[in-house]
């Protein structure tokens, strides 16, 4: 079987130093707030190019105390326009810090429609969230003007995107804040949850790091008690532990060629598919596309997916269900006409073709050879 994602050979390469490193660990008495953690917090700051960041828990917990530090939700009125095409942390964070998501449709990239958002704008509205899909990037040139114009915050969603640049910037450094996953399969992911949040301003990275901690003051440099244990404001438990520290600084060292790895698998595929029924990704101008997922669309996508799957080769949707449909989170379109004609239309027909690192060149060969056999048979 060919897998969609694993993550076994990649430990196997990094095993003895993964290992090594969690035993130091163990050993330094220090299991929260460590050395690890802020070597971390000052490796990914440095990889993307931002003053500040702040590692926590999972990258929901990022979002969730993104909009808390902006205060986002205070008011049960507060409105955030995102997207309904996305993994469902970035709508469950909305709801969570207190506010209402508003959906805007997508373009043909899968990403958030920039032309869109203005007609959406009311009083209410408090922040635009972004999300950098399958690892490329949005057009945040046009998105952080109409936040500018209209007095918006900005949080972007960068969970799939690790790497990626706008015109030569990184994500999450375009936004208020940005929010980073180290879930497994993430283009830097750890092996259990994780989350970053980046800022370039100190006054939002030091209310971001009291919330992540029940409120406390940290010191500046470190991250330990600054004089006592006392919270000045609500907060929450959200920390990334030493030993996911430690296994991600290692990773981070791989983390270039990762990407770099996914963009040949990627070309292959594109290469060996540009001339089949399906739709492949758009690489936009000004954008680093790195490649999280290689998603591709077809109106027949079920039979497709069923005769890869007696082939041995598995492939995921990513995401079948739109989340204004999901009965969690529909109440919020009930009073308004949602209408989403593209993203829609997507969910019936995308699916993702295996692509992580340590896939073989041979394999995606395979892949593509069975997969346009199928579509001359369909």
């Not at 490796?43 to 205060?71: E, R």
């Not at 969910?347 to 992580?356: C, D, E, N």
Request: charge should be positive; charged fraction near 30%.
């Amino acid at each position: 079987m060919i897998k969609t994602w694993s993550y076994i050979e990649e430990y196997k390469n990094l095993k003895k130093r993964i290992l090594y490193s969690i035993d130091k660990t163990l050993k330094s008495g220090d299991l929260f707030f460590g050395k690890q953690l802020t070597l971390f917090e000052k490796k990914f700051s440095k990889l993307n190019k931002v003053n500040h960041g702040i590692a926590v828990g999972s990258g929901t917990d990022a979002l969730i105390i993104a909009l808390k530090t902006l205060g986002i939700g205070d008011d049960k009125n507060d409105e955030v326009i995102t997207v309904s095409n996305s993994a469902i942390p970035t709508v469950s964070a909305i709801k969570s810090a207190g506010a209402k998501a508003i959906f805007i449709d997508i373009g043909n990239d899968y990403l958030m429609n920039p032309d869109k958002i203005q007609k959406h704008i009311n009083k209410n509205t408090k922040a635009i969230i972004p999300v950098h899909l399958y690892g490329q990037a949005c057009n945040m040139e046009k998105i952080c003007k109409i936040a500018k114009k209209n007095n918006l915050k900005v949080i972007e969603d960068c969970a799939q995107a690790q790497g990626a640049k706008f015109k030569n910037k990184y994500v999450g450094s375009f936004g208020d804040i940005g929010c980073f996953s180290f879930y497994p399969t993430k283009i830097l992911g750890a092996y259990g949850d994780g989350g970053f949040i980046s800022t370039n301003s100190k006054k939002l990275f030091q209310r971001a790091r009291r919330i992540r901690f029940y409120g406390i003051e940290q010191l500046d440099k470190e991250n330990k008690f600054n004089k006592k244990y006392y919270a000045n404001e609500h907060g929450i438990n959200s920390r990334l532990d030493e030993i996911h520290a430690a296994i991600l600084n290692i990773k981070i060292e791989y983390v270039k060629n990762y990407i770099n790895k996914r963009k040949r698998l990627a070309k292959i595929y594109s290469k060996e598919l540009k001339n089949t029924s399906l739709k492949l990704p758009i690489e936009k101008k000004n954008c680093e596309h790195v490649f999280h997922l290689y998603t591709v669309y077809h109106p027949k996508r079920n039979l497709i997916i069923k005769k890869l799957k007696k082939r041995n080769i598995e492939v995921k949707i990513y995401y079948q269900f739109p989340i204004h449909k999901m009965k969690a989170y529909n109440y919020m379109t009930k009073k308004k006409k949602v209408n989403l004609p593209i993203t829609q239309k997507m969910t019936k027909g995308i699916f993702s073709l295996p692509l992580y690192p340590t896939l073989k060149e041979g394999d995606v060969l395979k892949i593509t050879k069975v997969l346009k056999k199928i579509l001359k048979d369909i």
